[in-house]
């Protein structure tokens, strides 16, 4: 575990004896893992994207796959947004 928080450190005063489990979670508590939402970094909509293939799927106008070519996505990427199993804290 690095105690520096710098990941690439190698300096033995720097690191701590851990479990993979204990290791993520520090990462966590420190700020490290965010990777939700737009900061993670293959995320291909921003939290506005995703408000608007909700709405406009709820509202029945256009389905998933009109949706994901009006915004140059893959139809998946709308399927996943819709039935929320990503962006789920929006």
Same mark, same amino acid.
């Given at each position: 575990m690095? +105690?520096?928080?710098?990941? &690439?450190?190698?300096?033995?005063?720097? &690191? @701590?004896?851990? @479990?993979?489990?204990? +290791?993520?979670?520090? =990462?966590y =508590?420190?700020?490290? !893992?965010?990777h939700?939402?737009?900061?993670?970094?293959?995320?291909?909509?921003?939290?506005?994207?995703?408000?608007? *293939?909700? !709405? &406009?799927?709820?509202?029945? +106008?256009? +389905?998933?796959?009109? *949706?994901?070519?009006?915004?140059?996505?893959?139809?998946? @990427?709308?399927?996943? =947004?819709?039935?929320?199993?990503?962006?789920?804290? *929006?």
């Amino acid at each position: 575990m690095h +105690n520096c928080d710098n990941s &690439l450190c190698i300096n033995p005063e720097h &690191l @701590t004896i851990g @479990t993979r489990s204990q +290791n993520l979670l520090d =990462a966590y =508590a420190r700020g490290r !893992r965010n990777h939700e939402g737009v900061n993670n970094p293959r995320a291909k909509l921003s939290e506005e994207d995703v408000i608007v *293939i909700r !709405r &406009l799927y709820k509202e029945g +106008n256009l +389905n998933q796959s009109e *949706i994901a070519r009006l915004l140059g996505v893959a139809i998946s @990427t709308v399927n996943h =947004a819709c039935l929320g199993y990503n962006w789920s804290k *929006i």
